[in-house]
């Protein structure tokens, strides 16, 4: 037995589609890392409130949400996997691009809504490949991808930081588009090929729209699931709420540069970063709830305590903390969601959970902007406590086992 095999469970020639899999979702975790990261800047130089700066938020999170209706049901009903993940990462690193042009609220607005539908385009083709074509090693495909998450995550910030504060936030979002753009290159040429490998799973076939309709309305039925979604959904808000507020609270709270912003926000990434891998495999060994329920408790405490920190230095490290254990969840997460559904399905239930989870996340930046403006950014920070807490008290009501 080789090397890989005995540390993944798989032949490296294996590991290839995995490995250009997560390369996409880091490039597509990239271009939102990126537009996070512009929020201080571009809200300083059109002068915007928290509420608007937290709407433009809530516009990425209500279009993803839009996006649910058809990315899901396309997937399925085409079977074009490959295809669609190429396009998502294309897309979007163009409407980054196009953001360094943006002179106004409303064209930011627009080009944030395409950022939306792709991220949202991007989870349903890449999740139900891996899941189909790894079904005995669900957790660690997901949990590869969602290392590549992890890692576009924390390298946006670095170098997107580092850019804005050498050229300005207009040229930062132009020129951190052109990594995302050559990731869909070397997914075009690098991941097509199994497009149309039958043999292996990963066929370019749909389904019958009668089997569609029969087998969505399965899923739809099925109150492991929904409560799965709906957990989801509560975690989601917490990350968005994150993302969203704690460069704002490092700009105006810590009045941390635009360099020290990055960094961490890149620290909260590191932590995900070292811990996906393990806790996809582990979840593969001792079940998905138990990794979910030990990172969420985690996430809460961790949550509550940031804003008792009160150097740079120990609010940075209390967010790497964090993102150790919060998005070590996220993989498992979907692992969990793919135990329960039919391969078939996949992508449209993954469009499920997505689709719950932007609808959870649209209102809270818009909230959290409205506490900010009247009670300032810590009271922003005791509500994402309460979401996250949320989610501990729903996880428990959810099978642990795999159906039969």
Not at 33 to 60: C, D, K, N, Q, R
């Amino acid at each position: 037995m080789s090397l890989s095999e005995r540390l993944t469970g798989l032949p490296l020639r294996e590991n290839i589609p995995i490995t250009l899999v997560g390369l996409g979702h880091g490039a597509i975790h990239w271009t939102d890392a990126v537009f996070y990261l512009l929020l201080p800047a571009l809200s300083t130089t059109l002068g915007l409130s928290y509420t608007e700066t937290g709407a433009l938020v809530s516009i990425f999170h209500f279009s993803a949400f839009g996006a649910n209706f058809f990315s899901g049901p396309l997937v399925d009903l085409t079977g074009r996997r490959v295809m669609f993940q190429v396009l998502s990462v294309a897309v979007g690193a163009l409407a980054l691009m196009a953001m360094g042009l943006a002179a106004t609220f409303l064209a930011l607005a627009c080009l944030v809504v395409v950022l939306g539908v792709t991220s949202n385009l991007w989870h349903p083709p890449a999740i139900s490949f891996l899941s189909n074509r790894y079904p005995k090693n669900r957790g660690y495909a997901l949990s590869i991808h969602g290392l590549g998450a992890s890692a576009g995550d924390t390298l946006a910030p670095l170098t997107a930081g580092a850019l804005i504060a050498a050229f300005g936030w207009q040229a930062a979002a132009e020129i951190s588009a052109l990594p995302a753009l050559a990731v869909a290159v070397v997914l075009a040429v690098g991941l097509m090929r199994y497009e149309t490998r039958k043999a292996e799973g990963t066929a370019a076939r749909g389904v019958g729209l009668t089997e569609y309709l029969a087998g969505i309305r399965t899923v739809i039925a099925n109150r492991a699931i929904l409560g799965l979604c709906i957990m989801s959904g509560f975690r989601s808000m917490t990350q968005g709420g994150l993302l969203a507020f704690l460069p704002l609270y490092l700009a105006d709270v810590m009045h941390s540069g635009p360099v020290m912003i990055g960094i961490a926000m890149a620290a909260m990434q590191v932590g995900g970063v070292v811990a996906t891998p393990a806790a996809g495999i582990w979840s593969d060994r001792v079940g998905r709830r138990t990794v979910v329920l030990a990172g969420l408790t985690a996430s809460t405490v961790l949550i509550t305590s940031l804003t008792f920190l009160g150097s740079e230095v120990a609010f940075i490290a209390g967010i790497s903390l964090l993102g150790f254990v919060l998005y070590a969840v996220r993989p498992v997460v979907h692992s969990w969601m793919m135990d329960l559904t039919p391969d078939h399905l996949g992508g449209s239930a993954t469009s499920l959970m997505f689709g719950t989870q932007s609808g959870f996340s649209i209102l809270m930046p818009i909230v959290g902007g409205m506490l900010a403006d009247q009670f300032g950014l810590a009271s922003v920070f005791y509500m994402l406590a309460g979401t996250i807490l949320m989610t501990n008290i729903l996880t428990l009501r959810l099978p642990d086992e795999r159906p039969a």
